[in-house]
């Protein structure tokens, strides 16, 4: 688990955000499921923006 942790934590942190958004969904907790996929798809996708201008100046 520790070395899955270092090398993908995005793709870590974005399937446990999907697990609990879908449980809550499940729990019939809709609204709390919004939030948990909102959180989710800004917290996977924070990291990659900060590599976006680096990147672009070459």
Same mark, same amino acid.
């Given at each position: 688990? @520790?070395? =899955?942790?270092?090398? &993908? ?8 955000? !999907?697990? $609990? #958004?879908?449980?809550? @969904?499940? =729990?019939?907790?809709? &609204? ?8 989710? !798809?800004? $917290? #996977?996708?924070?990291? @990659? ?10």
């Amino acid at each position: 688990m @520790r070395r =899955l942790l270092q090398r &993908a934590p995005i793709a870590l942190l974005a399937a446990a955000g !999907l697990a $609990a #958004g879908l449980a809550a @969904r499940l =729990l019939s907790a809709p &609204a709390a499921a919004e939030q948990i996929f909102l959180f989710t !798809l800004v $917290a #996977g996708g924070t990291p @990659r923006t900060r590599l976006l201008p680096p990147m672009s100046r070459g």
